[in-house]
């Protein structure tokens, strides 16, 4: 089955500077990849995603990234700001596929 | 919308004790997903409902959990009786149909039992 591994567990970045988030899946048939956002004491919400027919999504300051031959695919915040801190998961998954395969999550801090 | 609505926010209970945890979907929304998260297993999909049916119950832990979707705006998950290792945080989330990718989460009943 599919397997989801996500790198770092922390990451912590100056406010200002970017942060990258890694994921890379097993199962070459997942096309769809999202984002979800998590903070403390709520549910995750989700913040972007991409499908496997293309290699890039932007939304504004964060842009989601997919390489399909080596199975990875990353999220990329810029200008991080302190409302930035939190939990980020990353999924994968058959499109229409109701089972989402979830990262085990990265912690991001943004120091002041 | 109001979003996924969850009660209760907490619950403490004692080991062996009931516990219903109930949840109330985005309106017009006939997926609907019970997780599980804990710092030790992450997020884990316990049930998974589409128009009131359950398709997928392989990740209810056991016997003791059960799930029910009598109506559209309404679910519930049980534990009778409860563990302590059922301490975790459980959310609902909803989505608009079998083949929509986007999941909305509630906020989450944080469930204590000693």
């Known amino acids: 089955g599919e397997n989801v591994e996500q790198h770092p567990s922390t990451l912590s970045v100056q406010e200002g500077d970017s942060a990258v988030i890694k994921c890379t899946y097993s199962d070459s048939a997942s096309n769809y990849f999202p984002w979800y956002k998590q903070e403390l004491g709520k549910g995750p919400q989700l913040i972007i995603d991409?499908?496997?027919n293309v290699g890039e999504k932007k939304d504004q300051r964060i842009a989601v990234t997919l390489n399909k031959t080596a199975k990875h695919f990353s999220l990329h915040i810029t200008e991080t700001q302190p409302e930035d801190s939190a939990v980020y998961f990353c999924a994968a998954s058959l499109r229409g596929n109701y089972q989402l395969i979830w990262g085990a999550g990265t912690k991001l801090i943004i120091k002041p | 919308d109001a979003g996924v609505i969850q009660s209760p926010r907490h619950e403490v209970t004692e080991m062996g004790q009931e516990v219903t945890l109930r949840c109330k979907p985005i309106s017009g929304h006939n997926s609907l997903f019970w997780y599980r998260q804990t710092m030790m297993r992450g997020l884990e999909l316990l049930i998974y409902?589409?128009?009131?049916?359950?398709?997928?119950d392989s990740g209810m832990p056991e016997d003791r959990f059960s799930a029910k979707m009598p109506n559209a705006s309404f679910s519930t998950l049980k534990i009778q009786p409860s563990e302590p290792r059922d301490s975790a945080v459980y959310f609902c989330?909803?989505?608009?149909?079998?083949?929509?990718?986007?999941?909305?989460f509630g906020p989450g009943t944080r469930l204590t039992v000693l």
């Open positions: 409902f589409n128009n009131n049916v359950p398709i997928d």
């Open positions: 989330a909803s989505s608009h149909s079998f083949s929509s990718d986007t999941q909305y």
């Open positions: 991409i499908r496997s």
